[in-house]
């Protein structure tokens, strides 16, 4: 197993709004420019996501990946894994939501990736460690305005 890849920022917006633009996963080609696409397969019983199909683009991780996503620590933390994609062998992460009480929100956003090519560590990481980090500016512009 790779090694994992984590940031948090703070979001200027209230815990619930957080929580709803991390959730609502059919929309992140909305504000997301690394998911292009996303197409829901299956939904839990309460309505969420389950088996996501996405087609991601972020960078040296081009790829169309069916995700299953884990609720059972909802709503302050929502996982995923990867269940099957073109070229990844891995591809696992959590964000972990965190109400700060003054209607901040701290988002740490986990991410594990493997190709099935040979890619050095230090390239791996820092591909994982640009998309956490453009994913975390692009939901905190998305929530702030």
């Not at 709803?20 to 197409?39: C, D, F, G, L, M």
């Not at 299956?42 to 790829?63: L, N, P």
């Given at each position: ?19 709803k633009a991390i959730s609502t996963i059919e929309a992140y080609p909305e504000w997301s420019t690394s998911t292009k696409s996303v197409s829901v397969e299956s939904r839990d ?101």
């Amino acid at each position: 197993m790779a090694d994992i890849s984590a940031s948090t920022l703070t979001i200027d917006a209230p815990v619930d709004l957080v929580q709803k633009a991390i959730s609502t996963i059919e929309a992140y080609p909305e504000w997301s420019t690394s998911t292009k696409s996303v197409s829901v397969e299956s939904r839990d019983d309460q309505g969420r996501a389950q088996t996501v199909k996405m087609s991601i683009d972020a960078g040296v991780m081009r790829d169309h990946v069916v995700l299953e996503y884990d609720w059972s620590k909802a709503p302050s933390e929502i996982s995923f894994t990867l269940d099957d994609a073109d070229l990844l062998t891995e591809m696992s992460g959590s964000f972990v939501i965190k109400d700060n009480g003054d209607e901040t929100t701290d988002v740490t956003y986990s991410l594990t990736v493997a190709l099935s090519m040979p890619v050095p560590a230090m390239m791996r990481t820092k591909a994982e460690k640009a998309t956490i980090d453009l994913a975390l500016s692009q939901l905190k512009k998305l929530l702030e305005g």
